[in-house]
């Protein structure tokens, strides 16, 4: 990118046709998954996407108009939106309040890129004053300006980050030369006849004139019924284009050039964002043998690669060679960055959630707090870093039952957004969310209801209804909902969070496939058992297909249809469906993980009630040994076990040996 017109337009052709541009005055760089251009101007650095958000398609419009670029500014975590791998469409948030949207509803943009601004400050004051962009440092609008947008503005300096966008004529309003639909529908009362009359091009939704320097755009998307929404497309227009640059690349600069291994990763983590695993696990392979060879195993981009795909090995399913990975990378990074490199606090973050997931709790809480202190040394305690690694940590202690100090947290992180972020601040309410997950958890269902519906509304207002975010506040409130046994209530909030989720991501995403999943089992509580099946099969099937037969998540949909279908009498079908689940847990959670043991017992009940008495009664001594083995004998999972087999044995009219074992277990607990 240049100052220019001309450098702009030939950085939007080459991004289109697939080609990595290259401008003298922006440097390469990234922000998280994102990659970008980086213009350091004298008062701080502005980060561009890398790509165009392209509206073209937005709207029918005449195939022979015109285009238009511009450049939305505005701050790091919206910036990041753009870059959530996970979703089909992407948005850029318009104004569509009259408080906000001063000259119509919209996304509002400018004509100049960074470097025709040269300060992040020109394009505050563009943004936000009615007077010029290039006021004098001494003028109280210079300071006003930046102290309510700049660096101290709750949610981050609103200068710091770009993103083209290639939008049609039809769809773009300037100033000063045409008004949006709604604006020019206002009146304003004129101060010297006291007459309403209408707002003048180049004035303000109160009739305030602007200075005829600034330069700024109004882009105007609407939905079917003509009602203003959040400029979107599609997510997987990104994929193709990255894509085509990936094959011209490997023809310009060969397999294993710089610019090449880039595109190569940021395809992969959009490729794996859409659930398109084994592309790019292949590309993350690719990558990460050509980095070991050309940059050695300890380069900063080699240990990057590594925690990439260990992510997508994990997710995929394939703990151990995730844990092989997370484990080298790890320890080359304390050996050769240090224990507070961010590479190293990232990669124990990882092996963290690794072995939570994988069920070895004890590992995994010292590197949660070790990831926690680096990151307090590094950045202080209200970094957003921080409170993430603080959230993350609290999560673990509710998953071990440690509860107080839990919640403890998870309020630390909450005051702390809350006081850095504002109330309305996403990640401001996303720690409402998890908090009250936690309350919900130890039982205190109204102070949850409370925080769920508060958190859901805060979404809906601020994110909008079919944000992920806001789709997972309905799905917690309606699991909730169906705690309480208000089932009426959980079902519209089920079905609208995979309404939004299969519109949003897909039918074989995860989160799809967790939805229907939930709604199966509320369908299955209130006894429509046909369509609850259906759901059930749809989620087992697609799981299979997209995360592999091996899968946690398909293991534990396997588990859920062989539960239904032993409840409807249908054993024969349910049996095979609880093997292949008790298989595959014991394999990856261990012999003695609940959800091991919470499997066999199934099974155990199902052939008992098959009348294949042996097998059932091996798996009931067998899961109560196990209990006994790594709980203890009076652990209540074990009395519970040992109850489940004193029962077994009663009902098969074994007075003796149930009584013997009773004796037993009183002796071992005393």
């Known amino acids: 990118m240049g100052a220019g017109a001309s450098d702009t337009s030939a950085k939007t052709a080459q991004d289109l046709q697939g080609k990595l541009y290259e401008g003298l005055q922006y440097s390469l760089d990234s922000i998280g998954e994102l990659l970008t251009f980086r213009y350091d101007a004298p008062d701080g650095a502005v980060h561009v996407w890398r790509h165009a958000f392209d509206l073209r398609d937005v709207q029918s419009s005449d195939s022979k108009a015109g285009v238009r670029i511009l450049y939305h500014y505005t701050n790091e975590l919206a910036f990041l939106n753009i870059g959530d791998l996970e979703q089909s469409s992407t948005e850029l948030f318009a104004s569509l309040v009259d408080s906000r949207a001063h000259f119509g509803k919209g996304v509002y943009a400018s004509q100049h890129e960074p470097s025709a601004f040269k300060l992040r400050v020109r394009i505050l004051l563009n943004n936000y004053s009615n007077g010029s962009p290039g006021?004098?440092?001494?003028?109280?609008?210079?300071?006003?300006?930046?102290?309510e947008w700049g660096d101290a503005n709750p949610s981050g300096h609103r200068a710091g980050f770009c993103i083209p966008i290639i939008a049609p004529e039809q769809l773009a309003y300037n100033i000063f030369q045409k008004q949006t639909p709604d604006l020019a529908e206002k009146q304003t009362q004129d101060p010297t006849t006291g007459k309403l009359r209408p707002i003048r091009l180049g004035e303000d939704y109160k009739g305030r004139a602007i200075h005829r320097a600034r330069d700024v755009w109004?882009?105007?998307?609407?939905?079917?019924?003509?009602?203003?929404?959040?400029?979107?497309v599609d997510a997987d227009s990104v994929l193709e284009l990255l894509k085509l640059r990936l094959r011209k690349l490997r023809d310009t600069d060969g397999d294993t050039g710089p610019a090449t291994l880039d595109c190569m990763s940021e395809l992969a983590g959009r490729l794996a964002g859409r659930a398109q695993h084994a592309e790019a696990e292949k590309l993350q392979r690719e990558c990460l043998e050509c980095l070991r060879d050309k940059l050695g195993n300890d380069a900063p981009e080699t240990l990057l690669t590594m925690n990439n795909l260990a992510i997508l090995?994990?997710?995929?399913?394939?703990?151990?060679?995730?844990?092989?990975?997370?484990?080298?990378?790890l320890k080359t990074s304390r050996d050769k960055l240090g224990n507070d490199h961010e590479h190293t606090l990232l990669l124990a973050g990882g092996l963290a959630i690794l072995l939570q997931d994988c069920g070895q709790?004890?590992?995994?809480?010292?590197?949660?707090?070790?990831?926690?202190?680096?990151?307090?040394?590094?950045?202080?305690?209200?970094?957003?870093?921080?409170?993430?690694?603080?959230?993350?940590?609290?999560?673990?202690?509710?998953?071990r039952n440690e509860l107080d100090e839990a919640e403890l947290l998870y309020r630390e992180t909450l005051d702390g957004r809350r006081e850095k972020l504002g109330n309305n601040h996403p990640e401001m309410l996303n720690s409402m969310h998890n908090l009250a997950a936690l309350l919900q958890s130890q039982g205190r269902l109204d102070e949850a209801e409370a925080m769920y519906c508060e958190a859901l509304e805060g979404r809906r207002n601020k994110l909008g209804e079919d944000h992920p975010s806001t789709l997972n506040s309905a799905n917690s409130l309606a699991g909730l909902f169906a705690a309480q046994g208000q089932l009426d209530k959980a079902e519209p909030l089920f079905r609208e969070a995979l309404q939004g989720r299969r519109a949003k991501f897909g039918d074989d995403h995860p989160s799809t496939l967790a939805s229907l999943n939930n709604l199966a089992g509320l369908l299955r509580a209130r006894g429509q058992v046909r369509e609850a099946e259906l759901l059930f099969r749809e989620a087992l099937q697609t799981s299979r297909l997209t995360l592999g037969s091996d899968h946690a998540k398909t293991l534990a949909f396997a588990g859920n249809l062989a539960c239904h279908l032993r409840d409807q009498g249908k054993l024969k079908e349910a049996a095979p469906l609880y093997r292949e689940a008790l298989c595959g847990t014991q394999a990856q959670m261990g012999e003695s993980h609940p959800k091991t043991l919470g499997l066999m017992f199934n099974l155990a009940v199902l052939l008992e009630s098959a009348g294949e008495m042996k097998e059932a009664e091996e798996l009931f001594r067998e899961e109560l040994t196990r209990s006994m083995k790594e709980n203890g004998v009076s652990h209540p999972d074990s009395m519970e076990s040992a109850g489940n087999l004193v029962r077994f044995f009663q009902e098969q009219g074994?007075?003796?040996?149930?009584?013997?074992l009773i004796v037993k277990i009183r002796r071992a607990v005393a």
Do not use: W
């Open 361 to 399: 709790l004890q590992e995994s809480e010292p590197l949660y707090r070790e990831v926690l202190e680096g990151r307090r040394r590094r950045f202080g305690k209200h970094h957003p870093d921080t409170l993430g690694a603080l959230n993350d940590l609290a999560y673990l202690l509710k998953v």
């Open 313 to 329: 090995l994990k997710d995929q399913g394939q703990p151990e060679e995730a844990e092989l990975l997370f484990r080298e990378a």
């Open 218 to 232: 109004v882009l105007r998307s609407v939905d079917t019924s003509g009602k203003v929404v959040n400029a979107s």
């Open 135 to 147: 006021c004098c440092a001494d003028d109280p609008e210079h300071a006003r300006v930046l102290s």
């Open 654 to 660: 074994r007075v003796t040996e149930a009584q013997e």
